[in-house]
């Protein structure tokens, strides 16, 4: 794509406001069966490591299928990967609110995660063909700023849930979704290039593809920085709740309250500031979209540290707020430097396997801190050993290379 085309451009960010709006989709039908617990257990008998399971099936599914899933999008249309994961993970969100037992439940969030993987590969990969390194950090910050915004949503569908019923929100939602999908296959283009990628889509091999990019070290590198990322984002989220409620002797509602009114709106700003920063850099240093996130990690994790010791919740809001805008800094800047490192014919596969290597380790980063706690390891040391992972991820990171030739601007 000639990024100096008027019209290209024009139908380069109507593409990023469309998915933005799938974006946040995305997320909200995934994360709000969490904020509606205690109405879903009122109407479906089940235990609460049942309930836990909901999540963890979508996550295990999701993770799993990634690889796959941004392979289809490599050697397929796009734009159709993407309209049939948003209409059929519409339809099943639809079809949950029709559910009356655990086991058909934790089918449709099974099918749930099927659907959803092939979302986020594809559309990424979209836009970094729509865009070029001029644009291609902030159109991925504006992408993923959809996804912290559908995630701090999740609580329309406790809002829901107590004002009319559990499945309301997912009877809404589904219709949506799959009127949006209609409204995507008049409006979202592919970019010029994806025509003629398809014409020579028989010369994707997987085996090939996968056996190039691990013998590229950047590659590696890149995969053990995103996957050890995994680790402190999850063990930030999942545990912040409990440790403001510990620390500074809260109610649920407050520490669930302070967990996340601040955290993901700073992590929204600092997706979109991410890929600006990044673009404007690249265009003086080319490596700007690698450096930033290692600053932004450089930033993030003495914050963390610092936050351990805060003495006061203001002031712990404060640390781990910057923390979330600087650590967004990495969202916005993957799949562009997945462009500079990995051949353009499999940058959705790609991102597939860092999907899944993110959600599994982030998983049982998440499982091994509670293992912790039963050990009554406190959750100041937790974090703590969060904030130095951090600083070896930057480390990892800052030895990226890109590959000898120039970064397209496709």
């Given amino acids: 794509m000639k990024t100096g085309n008027p019209a290209s451009m024009s139908k380069a960010w109507l593409a990023v406001g469309l998915l933005f709006v799938v974006a946040v989709l995305n997320y909200l039908d995934r994360s709000m069966i969490t904020t509606m617990r205690v109405s879903v257990l009122k109407e479906i008998p089940m235990s609460e490591a049942q309930f836990g399971l909901l999540t963890s099936a979508f996550l295990w599914v999701y993770g799993l299928l990634s690889p ?18 948003l209409f059929v993970w519409s339809a099943v969100t639809w079809l949950t609110s029709k559910v009356q037992t655990f086991d058909e439940l934790l089918m449709t969030r099974v099918l749930m995660g099927v659907s959803e993987a092939f979302y986020v590969p594809a559309a990424l990969a979209m836009i970094s063909e729509h865009h070029g390194k001029t644009t291609r950090s902030l159109a991925t910050g504006l992408h993923q700023a959809g996804l912290f915004a559908g995630q701090s949503l999740g609580f329309v569908g406790g809002m829901l849930a107590d004002t009319h019923s559990w499945t309301t929100a997912f009877d809404w939602l589904g219709v949506m979704g799959m009127a949006y999908s209609v409204i995507l296959i008049l409006l979202l283009s592919n970019p010029p290039k994806a025509a003629e990628a398809s ?5 994707l091999h997987l085996g090939r593809g996968l056996a190039s ?41 407050r520490a669930g309250l302070f967990a996340t009114a601040y955290l993901y709106p700073l992590s929204f700003a600092g997706v979109i500031a991410g890929g600006y920063i990044a673009d404007r850099w690249t265009r003086r240093h080319p490596r700007g979209r690698i450096l930033l996130p290692v600053v932004g990690m450089l930033i993030g994790a003495p914050f963390i540290f610092m936050a351990t010791f805060a003495p006061a ?44 290597t993110s959600t599994v380790i982030g998983g049982l980063a998440i499982y091994a801190g509670g293992m912790l706690r039963d050990a009554k390891i406190d959750l100041t040391h937790i974090y703590q050993f969060a904030a130095a992972t951090m600083l070896f991820c930057a480390w990892m990171l800052y030895r990226v290379r890109p590959v000898s030739k120039p970064e397209t601007e496709n």
């Fill in 68 to 85: 796959l899933a941004g392979y289809i999008a490599d050697r397929f249309d796009r734009k159709k990967v993407i309209l049939s994961s």
């Fill in 199 to 203: 014409t020579s889509a028989e010369t």
């Fill in 213 to 253: 990019m691990f013998r590229a070290v950047s590659f590696r590198r890149a995969l053990t920085y995103w996957s050890l990322m995994g680790i402190v984002s999850w063990l930030v989220a999942a545990w912040l709740p409990t440790y403001y409620l510990e620390r500074f002797d809260l109610t649920q509602t």
């Fill in 313 to 356: 919740l203001p002031v712990a809001a404060v640390l781990f707020s910057v923390y979330a805008f600087t650590r967004a800094f990495c969202d916005a800047n993957m799949m562009p430097i997945l462009c500079m490192i990995v051949d353009d014919r499999y940058r959705a596969t790609a991102y597939g396997i860092f999907n899944l």
